[in-house]
């Protein structure tokens, strides 16, 4: 795939002493010019503005850094590969690139040796700070730092330090909604069906379901429950086992996506209208999958573009000296489609 | 949430100052000692190497690339906010990671006034080397440097310009793998079903669907033919007008996997058994979609990782003086699964 072409030579980006060259001027003059200081005629600052225009003159980013002892740049150590990467992913863009911050991305495993590299090849390139982002919500190691101050913040994930700033989407909030607008509709034989025992959000989420349904005087009997699994296949499986006991179920609250959708795939073919004879709510709003589904479903949006928005801006306070800690739940809203009527 | 207790005074990273005196050594001794050169007792180079050690001292990665006129940074700007992005995203990592390099992620609209502010900002930095990577394959305009000659590789997208390295899957040779599997199980009347027509890998698919047809001496006849849209209720409509029109069709050929999972639903609910009457195979293998059809989906994977690790060796090579150029399509495999029997 080399061209037989000669290589040709990099010419090196120009520098101060070139703008200097082509504006006429001294090189002290020519910075003075460039960074608006000194005593200079309107005339000698427009030429050696129009000279480093002209050369297409780009101030090294690296010498200020030294000067400034700030790099503008962050450290993202993601070991999120799943879907809820890229929002997260992009909230912290949109709120760094705002604050003129470049990231640099590192996809790692969390608590693995490639993030213990990762952080020392980071903190050797002096950035601002460090955002590190789970690929579920559950809790994890701290990541070790030394003796380094950096600020860090933990986005879809925590740890067990109060002076530590996490930031988590509240599912529990979340499961309400879901809950509210079901029993809203008029319906009373609520299930709730739901992924593995291991994941923090199905404790989170199941908790929320407690609390709404006691709140309108219904509660959630063993027979109206399914765990297991956050496939389509679970949720086939769950409306079968669900049914046969069951047979007056009004709706069920999935715990993500995918179980609802296997949800409304079997109601279909048991012969049960969705939403007329049981309304179905998802979680996540996936929105390939849950515009797909026939009929559209209801469900919890997260906002994890809100929650990327959020640990960014809360990384550039730390970074200008402010400490905030703690773990904090940020709200999800509910997007209605035609499964829940 | 900003904590009440006095805001601590960040101590600076430890310098060669530091190591130096904790050493009881001049900071040339020490320079030279962490830096191999020079004549000294091993005795001082150890001292010197465990006071670095003790006190954490990290090289100011900032100074070393000043000098050495490399930044061992690259810059990746992305317009794909897909689920193609992300095993991109990580191939690159990965080849990156290896050769010690760290990646500036910036998620850009293509060709817009924040992908140009990104480029400058990149340039600035230093990178070593810019991938610009798409959303999905079709052509754009070059991404514009002025006078760098900052190393480029356009990865799932490409330019025209025949000194461009550009990178892409192979969408004609991963639909031949497909109709070949068909022909190879005795299937004879294929039909295809596809995307909207202004997606250059709409019109590559379509064109390995007549090449391989025609090596086995069959055809595409208009009848056997659907193209629209890339969701799963396109798949699901299209079912229905094609058996309409040819009722003995005994295998779909499918742009993308969300068209092949409302193909098997629309089959299923008419009554026809998938493989048996009709095989169905679709392409992106996108996993969770394509392991969640019932029968789960034989389809075409992309190889998206490696396509993103391929990009990343490029990009080296050219960084170290090579000049590859072209427009290369990489491979794509067949994953095959119960829906081709």
């Given amino acids: 795939m080399t061209g037989d072409a000669p290589i040709p030579s990099r ?5 101060i002493r070139d703008v200097a060259r082509e504006a006429g001027v001294t090189v002290g003059t020519a910075s003075k010019a460039l960074n ?16 480093a225009e002209y050369l297409e003159f780009r101030p090294n980013e690296l010498v200020k850094s030294l000067l400034r002892g700030r790099t503008y740049t962050v450290g993202l150590l993601s070991s999120a ?29 969390a608590d693995s040796q490639q993030e213990r590299n990762n952080i ?15 690929g579920r919500t559950d809790p994890r190691r701290p990541i070790d730092v030394g003796r380094s101050r950096v600020p860090i913040v933990y986005a ?17 909030q979340g499961a309400r909604l879901a809950i509210d607008h079901l029993v809203g509709l008029g319906r009373r034989r609520i299930a709730h069906i739901t992924g593995p025992d291991d994941f923090q959000a199905v404790h989170e989420r199941r908790a929320g379901v407690d609390d ?28 079968d086992e669900l049914l046969d006991h069951e047979p007056d179920i009004d709706a069920i609250f999935c715990g993500n996506d995918q179980l609802a959708r296997g949800a409304i795939d079997g109601l279909r073919e048991r012969g ?24 559209p479903l209801t469900t919890v949006d997260m906002n994890l573009h809100d929650l990327g928005q959020e640990a960014a801006r809360h990384l550039l306070a730390m970074v200008a000296g402010e400490t905030p800690a703690g773990t904090h739940r940020l709200p999800c809203t509910l997007v209605v489609r035609a499964s829940s009527g």
């Fill in 36 to 51: 608006g200081r000194g005593q200079l005629r309107t005339e000698t600052r427009d030429r050696v503005r129009a000279a």
């Fill in 272 to 295: 049960k209208r969705v939403p007329a004879d049981i309304a179905v709510v998802g979680f996540d709003n996936w929105e390939d999958l849950a515009e797909a589904a026939r009929p």
């Fill in 120 to 134: 020392a090849s980071l903190l050797a390139k002096q950035v601002d700070g460090l955002i590190v982002m789970g």
């Fill in 212 to 239: 709404a349904l006691a709140a309108h005087g219904l509660s959630l009997p063993p027979n109206r429950f399914w765990g297991g699994s956050w496939s389509e296949g679970g949720g086939y499986q769950a409306v």
């Fill in 156 to 172: 879809y994930t925590h740890i067990d330090d109060p002076n530590a700033l996490c930031l988590l989407p509240d599912d529990a």
């Fill in 81 to 109: 590969q799943g879907r809820f990467s890229l929002p997260l992913l992009t909230g912290i863009e949109d709120a760094l690139g705002t604050a003129e911050i470049m990231v640099f991305f590192c996809y790692v495993d």
């Fill in 11 to 15: 010419p090196s980006p120009p520098t």
